[in-house]
């Protein structure tokens, strides 16, 4: 079975473009969770959604907003870029009510 | 404020050595703590797991151990192979309406030398 997948792999941008970033979950999961890992840091928590609703969110400007479809895919975006921004960005999806998350190898973000 | 930290940064070891590596947290309103391994270019990979009415659950090689009384967490690995070398974090989940959000800490870099 597939795992968590995400889309592209690696990208590049400058300050002040957006960005959209798109995960696909494993077949049955209905959870979609987001995270942003800063080099040499651990994951810090961006956003859950649950059956198409925002069910959490961290401490992260308006700037990043996510969404999840009918098919439970998910999409980040991230307006007005800056260089802070460059992180590698993970989803992670879950069963309904599970604990365990499992996570996609994440976007690769750079701002240059 | 909610925080997970480790003690130690990087730990190197044996072949064949057992591991230990230790985390504390902050959130006594945790129920929920796991163990990932994050290895160069990919994501988070679970480990293991425990709630927070255990104090102790096995799997293969690997020991998770939580005390609430000091808000301590650590993760045993016996017979460490060159295959565990990675970065290691521990999440915890706060549980009630912070339910799907997990807070790692900064991670342990493992190396395991042959």
């Known amino acids: ?112 | 404020g909610e925080s997970v930290g480790l003690h130690l940064p990087t730990l190197s070891v044996q072949e064949g050595d057992n591991s230990i590596i230790n985390c504390a947290y902050s959130n006594s309103a945790s129920d929920y703590f796991i163990w990932y391994k994050q290895e160069s270019g990919k994501g988070p990979q679970f480990i293991i797991d425990i709630r927070s009415n255990m104090d102790k659950r096995q799997g293969q090689r690997v020991t998770v151990l939580l005390n609430k009384t000091v808000k301590h967490l650590s993760l045993q690995i016996a017979a460490t192979q060159p295959g565990d070398s990675a970065v290691y974090f521990c999440a915890e989940r706060a549980g009630g309406t912070s339910y799907g959000k997990l807070t790692f800490g900064q991670g342990t870099i493992l190396t395991v030398h042959p």
């Open chain 1, 1 to 112: 079975d597939a795992g968590v997948t995400q889309s592209p792999t690696h990208l590049i941008k400058t300050r002040g473009q957006h960005v959209t970033l798109r995960c696909s979950p494993i077949s049955g999961h209905k959870s979609v969770s987001w995270y942003q890992q800063v080099l040499g840091q651990g994951p810090q928590f961006i956003f859950q959604y649950y059956e198409k609703e925002e069910r959490g969110r961290g401490n992260f400007p308006d700037r990043f907003s996510a969404r999840q479809f009918p098919n439970y895919s998910s999409e980040l975006n991230v307006n007005a870029l800056l260089l802070g921004d460059s992180a590698l960005y993970l989803c992670a999806s879950s069963y309904p009510g599970g604990n365990e998350q499992f996570f996609g190898p994440g976007t690769r973000l750079t701002v240059l």
